[in-house]
T-cell receptor, first 115, second 117 residues
Framework: NAGVMQNPRHLVRRRGQEARLRCSPMKGHSHVYWYRQLPEEGLKFMVYLQKENIIDESGMPKERFSAEFPKEGPSILRIQQVVRGDSAAYFC?????????????FGPGTRLTVL | AQKVTQAQTEISVVEKEDVTLDCVYETRDTTYYLFWYKQPPSGELVFLIRRNSFDEQNEISGRYSWNFQKSTSSFNFTITASQVVDSAVYFCALSNYETGGGNKLTFGTGTQLKVEL
């Protein structure tokens, strides 16, 4: 029973390039959350998606960041024109439903380094 | 606004000692959920426990126990007879459940636990 999958595990980009982070939720889960962990900090919520819909993007930076969760395939977090401050660990979590009792299970994270 | 405070940034203990990790939270909701996650050196996040605001019973799972006290807005985590494998960063989190809006988590800044031989 596979858990939440994220790839790549490590990603290196130069300033100005694009970063694409992928997340495949656990089987049977249709709700995906993205969180960012800056060095020496806790995780901060970015965006919550259901299949084909963005439900809450209140934690997303206004520019350069976007997310999608298509009908088929993984959820994608896309960062355009990366800057050094984007260097962080990006975690995806999935849950079966959106209720308060639906625990979020996290993937291993993608560690983005911007040179 | 929701807030989770983990005042202990780093704790070092010797193996077999008991250790308690503190978590204090703030919320205006009457219904909420509290969580603990473990982040070992490998980096992934491991779910440990979820408690709802209506259930103040303490919980024990092996060497782990949790003390939820609504009166002090605390949800502390105790590891008895600590082991080197317990070395990790531990995060306390609070759910912000909104009808139709999901269940985003507010995390504390984490406590780094080092267990030495």
């Amino acid at each position: 029973n596979a858990g939440v999958m994220q790839n790549p595990r490590h990603l290196v980009r130069r300033r100005g390039q694009e970063a694409r982070l992928r997340c495949s939720p656990m089987k049977g889960h249709s709700h995906v959350y993205w969180y960012r962990q800056l060095p020496e900090e806790g995780l901060k919520f970015m965006v919550y998606l259901q299949k084909e819909n963005i439900i809450d993007e209140s934690g997303m930076p206004k520019e350069r960041f976007s997310a999608e969760f298509p009908k088929e395939g993984p959820s994608i977090l896309r960062i355009q024109q990366v800057v050094r401050g984007d260097s962080a660990a990006y975690f995806c979590a999935s849950s079966r439903g959106q209720g308060a009792t639906d625990t979020q299970y996290f993937g291993p994270g993608t560690r983005l380094t911007v040179l | 606004a929701q807030k989770v405070t983990q005042a202990q940034t780093e704790i070092s203990v010797v193996e077999k000692e008991d250790v308690t990790l503190d978590c204090v939270y703030e919320t205006r909701d009457t219904t909420y959920y509290l969580f603990w996650y473990k982040q070992p050196p490998s980096g992934e996040l491991v779910f440990l426990i979820r408690r709802n605001s209506f259930d103040e019973q303490n919980e024990i799972s092996g060497r782990y126990s949790w003390n939820f006290q609504k009166s002090t807005s605390s949800f502390n985590f105790t590891i008895t007879a600590s082991q080197v494998v317990d070395s990790a960063v531990y995060f306390c989190a609070l759910s912000n459940y909104e009808t139709g809006g999901g269940n985003k988590l507010t995390f504390g800044t984490g406590t780094q636990l080092k267990v030495e031989l």
